[in-house]
């Protein structure tokens, strides 16, 4: 069992896991062998490494031809953008990675804001309570994708688009018929508003610098992400089943239970987006949130999460959010016509797919 | 020498040990097809059972019984004497019955050591702390290769950078590690070349050797006769033959497992 392993197989490591990508073998397994790595070698075998250099190439662009952008409340803004689509794309990328899509998170966040609005409003109870039910739906629509994946076996590109739809309409239709509007009503002047609104849309002054507690949500996640990703079962299970589901399932991994979790956890960072999106505005546009469901895609993917599965990480899909963030706010303060953002975005989800593949492809000769 | 009646010799004879699998006249049927009628095995500790047929003869059918993916419909199924119907993979693993698949052995982009401890990962701490022992498992995983004699260099590395005969190996040494009873191969050397081939037999043959039952399902007699020591032939979903080691020549496994006459007929045909 000594022969060389054969190069050309698939990417690299699943995990980016400290010492995944090893340097000298691990302990306990020194093995003279095994050709010292060189930290660039070890650096390209890591899933986030191409996101992280356009987020440096990006973030140098901007200060050079933007004066303003390098300001403590420029920057600020910029983090608290990004955070709004970190916050989402973060869970998004764990879904990704275990080879599922999810097209309903979009107007998911605004049904998550709707539904906490209008309970409130409707039942004129704390607003904690509508939070608390709102947190009981999202799930719930979130356990709906996930059960119906494992139940009809059709591919999630379909349940997804088809919950995105109902959720559309429903959005649309329920708030017209309770409401009366497209908008949700006022609910600022109600009991626990404020206490919520320090929870999921206030904003922090740590040593002189605004910073929305979107952001510290956003870095709470990145951690958690982390955290159960690389170092829980659960997380060896979500590589598993994104990168070979039928093995996963012959080794008595819980496949259904899996992606289920993954599409609560989906649900769960939604209704975070939501609350946020309901306390820091007031009401609800309920036609709002369509379209931000391929925003949070592109975001993991520029992280550097494959399409098929089985390969990413979360940090790599946060970078990918500060990427989309710099990006939407750079244009304004370089003062450019903020119509060119999409077009901006769609060259650069292009250019950082592009860059991920050579990298790996790098990284498996290299290695 | 055909048509089972030898099988039923081997169990009238069944005074010695208690088989640890064994499917008595098990069939199974997928609608109005059949594909598996009648099929018996035995699988005893510290031997090998293989399973020869041509494509379409019913092995995966088999397989799939034994592994618990699909339940049969007639027959009996016995694990150490007692009559069960598995629901599930994960049962028979509970059960001790390993299936090694031929493909799927491995999810290729995962790194040899969170494949070898997928779906039975070790754990640490408490609460929210739980947390799986990665410093363990690598060293585990690199010492219960060793000890199947596989060498390799770094755990670190993703399976699917490893020849076909090495996640074969890997994958036989994880059942032997995880304490299988019994470890169903499925065509472990279909798509290996000589040399491979002969590296997963000797690890088969030392997971025979570290107390298991095996069964090697595999469209090759010569393979089979180098390690087997029982013998059942399908052909088209029943059993053509059962042999046992003793006074078997390679000749005659070869033999019928070309088609016997059938083979005949063809180099006739074939023949100037």
Same mark, same amino acid.
């Given at each position: 069992?000594?022969?060389?392993?054969?190069?050309?197989?698939?990417?690299?490591?699943s995990?980016?896991a400290?010492?995944?990508?090893?340097?000298?073998?691990?302990d306990g397994s020194?093995?003279?062998?095994?050709?010292?790595?060189?930290?660039?070698?070890?650096?390209?075998r890591?899933?986030?490494l191409?996101a992280?250099?356009?987020?440096?190439?990006?973030?140098?662009?901007?200060?050079?031809?933007?004066?303003?952008?390098?300001?403590?409340?420029?920057?600020?803004?910029?983090?608290?953008?990004s955070?709004?689509?970190?916050?989402?794309?973060?869970?998004?990328?764990?879904?990704?990675?275990?080879?599922e899509?999810d097209?309903?998170?979009?107007?998911?966040?605004?049904?998550?804001?709707l539904?906490?609005?209008?309970?409130?409003? !409707?039942?004129?109870?704390?607003?904690?309570?509508?939070?608390?039910?709102?947190?009981?739906?999202?799930?719930?629509?979130?356990?709906?994708?996930?059960?119906?994946?494992?139940?009809?076996?059709l591919?999630?590109?379909?349940?997804?688009?088809?919950t995105?739809?109902?959720?559309?309409g429903?959005?649309?239709?329920?708030?017209?018929?309770?409401?009366?509007?497209?908008?949700?009503?006022?609910?600022?002047?109600?009991?626990?508003?404020?206490?919520?609104?320090?929870?999921?849309?206030?904003?922090?002054?740590?040593?002189?610098?605004?910073?929305?507690?979107?952001?510290?949500?956003?870095?709470?996640?990145?951690?958690?992400?982390?955290?159960?990703?690389?170092?829980?079962?659960?997380?060896?299970?979500?590589?598993a089943?994104?990168?070979g589901?039928?093995?996963?399932?012959?080794?008595?991994?819980?496949?259904g239970?899996?992606k289920?979790?993954?599409?609560?956890?989906?649900?769960?960072?939604?209704?975070?987006?939501?609350?946020h999106?309901?306390?820091?505005?007031?009401?609800?546009?309920?036609?709002?949130?369509?379209?931000?469901?391929?925003?949070?895609?592109a975001?993991?993917?520029?992280?550097?999460?494959?399409?098929?599965g089985?390969?990413?990480s979360?940090?790599?899909?946060?970078?990918?959010?500060?990427?989309?963030?710099?990006?939407?706010?750079?244009?304004?303060?370089? !003062?450019?016509?903020?119509?060119?953002?999409?077009?901006?975005?769609?060259a650069?989800?292009?250019?950082?797919?592009?860059?991920?593949?050579?990298?790996?492809?790098?990284?498996?000769?290299?290695? | 020498m055909?048509?089972?009646s030898?099988?039923?010799?081997?169990?009238?004879?069944?005074?010695?040990?208690?088989?640890?699998?064994?499917?008595?006249?098990?069939?199974?049927?997928?609608?109005?097809?059949?594909?598996?009628?009648d099929?018996?095995?035995?699988?005893?500790t510290?031997?090998?059972?293989?399973?020869l047929?041509?494509?379409?003869?019913?092995?995966?059918?088999?397989i799939k019984?034994?592994?618990?993916?699909?339940?049969?419909?007639?027959?009996?199924?016995r694990?150490?004497?007692?009559?069960?119907?598995?629901?599930s993979?994960?049962e028979?693993?509970?059960?001790?019955?390993?299936?090694?698949?031929?493909?799927?052995?491995?999810?290729?982009?995962?790194?040899?050591?969170?494949?070898?401890?997928?779906?039975?990962?070790?754990?640490?701490?408490?609460?929210?702390?739980?947390?799986?022992?990665?410093d363990?498992?690598?060293?585990?995983?690199?010492?219960?290769?060793?000890?199947?004699?596989?060498?390799?260099?770094?755990?670190d590395?993703?399976?699917?950078?490893?020849?076909?005969?090495?996640?074969q190996?890997?994958?036989?040494?994880?059942?032997?590690?995880?304490?299988?009873?019994v470890?169903?191969?499925?065509?472990?050397?279909?798509?290996?070349?000589?040399?491979?081939?002969?590296?997963?037999l000797?690890?088969?043959?030392?997971?025979?050797?570290?107390?298991?039952?095996?069964?090697?399902?595999?469209?090759?007699?010569?393979?089979?006769?180098?390690?087997?020591?029982?013998?059942?032939?399908?052909?088209?979903?029943?059993m053509?033959?059962?042999?046992?080691?003793?006074?078997?020549?390679?000749?005659?496994?070869?033999?019928?497992?070309?088609?016997?006459?059938?083979?005949?007929?063809?180099?006739?045909?074939?023949?100037?």
């Amino acid at each position: 069992m000594t022969a060389a392993a054969p190069a050309g197989s698939p990417a690299g490591p699943s995990g980016s896991a400290p010492g995944d990508g090893g340097g000298p073998a691990p302990d306990g397994s020194a093995d003279e062998r095994l050709v010292h790595r060189s930290l660039p070698a070890r650096l390209m075998r890591r899933p986030e490494l191409g996101a992280v250099v356009g987020a440096i190439a990006l973030f140098v662009f901007f200060s050079l031809v933007a004066d303003s952008f390098l300001r403590a409340s420029s920057l600020s803004t910029v983090l608290y953008f990004s955070s709004t689509i970190g916050i989402m794309a973060v869970p998004v990328a764990l879904l990704m990675i275990g080879g599922e899509f999810d097209l309903s998170t979009g107007v998911m966040v605004t049904s998550s804001a709707l539904v906490s609005s209008m309970f409130s409003y !409707q039942m004129t109870a704390n607003t904690w309570v509508g939070v608390g039910v709102s947190l009981l739906v999202t799930l719930a629509i979130g356990f709906f994708n996930g059960f119906m994946l494992t139940r009809t076996k059709l591919p999630s590109f379909i349940i997804t688009l088809g919950t995105f739809l109902m959720l559309t309409g429903l959005n649309l239709g329920m708030t017209k018929l309770i409401s009366g509007t497209v908008t949700t009503k006022s609910i600022s002047d109600m009991e626990g508003f404020d206490s919520a609104r320090a929870v999921f849309a206030s904003t922090l002054t740590l040593g002189g610098v605004d910073v929305q507690i979107t952001v510290v949500w956003w870095l709470a996640l990145i951690v958690l992400a982390t955290w159960i990703l690389l170092r829980t079962r659960a997380g060896n299970w979500i590589f598993a089943v994104g990168g070979g589901v039928d093995a996963a399932r012959a080794v008595g991994v819980p496949v259904g239970r899996t992606k289920i979790g993954l599409y609560m956890g989906v649900a769960l960072a939604a209704w975070i987006s939501g609350q946020h999106l309901l306390f820091n505005y007031d009401t609800v546009q309920s036609g709002e949130g369509v379209g931000n469901e391929l925003i949070y895609i592109a975001a993991a993917v520029i992280g550097g999460c494959l399409l098929t599965g089985g390969y990413g990480s979360a940090v790599g899909a946060a970078v990918g959010a500060f990427i989309f963030g710099m990006a939407n706010k750079g244009i304004v303060y370089a !003062q450019w016509n903020p119509d060119w953002f999409k077009f901006f975005l769609g060259a650069m989800l292009l250019l950082a797919t592009l860059l991920n593949a050579w990298i790996r492809k790098r990284a498996e000769v290299t290695r | 020498m055909s048509d089972g009646s030898d099988e039923k010799a081997g169990a009238a004879g069944d005074d010695r040990a208690q088989p640890l699998v064994e499917l008595a006249e098990v069939s199974k049927f997928y609608g109005n097809i059949r594909a598996l009628q009648d099929v018996s095995l035995q699988v005893h500790t510290g031997e090998i059972t293989c399973v020869l047929g041509d494509n379409g003869a019913g092995k995966s059918t088999l397989i799939k019984i034994v592994s618990g993916l699909h339940q049969h419909d007639a027959g009996a199924f016995r694990i150490q004497g007692e009559d069960v119907r598995l629901g599930s993979p994960r049962e028979a693993l509970d059960r001790g019955i390993a299936t090694v698949y031929q493909d799927l052995a491995v999810v290729p982009l995962m790194p040899v050591w969170r494949n070898f401890f997928l779906g039975s990962e070790p754990v640490k701490g408490r609460g929210p702390l739980r947390r799986m022992d990665v410093d363990e498992m690598r060293r585990t995983t690199h010492s219960a290769l060793l000890r199947m004699g596989i060498d390799l260099r770094d755990v670190d590395q993703p399976i699917g950078t490893l020849s076909g005969g090495e996640r074969q190996s890997v994958a036989i040494a994880r059942a032997v590690h995880f304490g299988a009873k019994v470890l169903v191969l499925d065509e472990p050397t279909a798509a290996l070349g000589v040399k491979q081939s002969g590296v997963v037999l000797k690890y088969v043959a030392a997971a025979r050797d570290a107390g298991l039952g095996v069964v090697l399902i595999t469209h090759n007699p010569h393979h089979a006769y180098l390690v087997g020591d029982r013998f059942v032939l399908l052909k088209r979903g029943s059993m053509a033959a059962a042999y046992e080691k003793s006074g078997l020549e390679l000749e005659e496994l070869v033999r019928q497992m070309a088609g016997g006459s059938e083979l005949e007929e063809l180099s006739h045909e074939l023949g100037r």
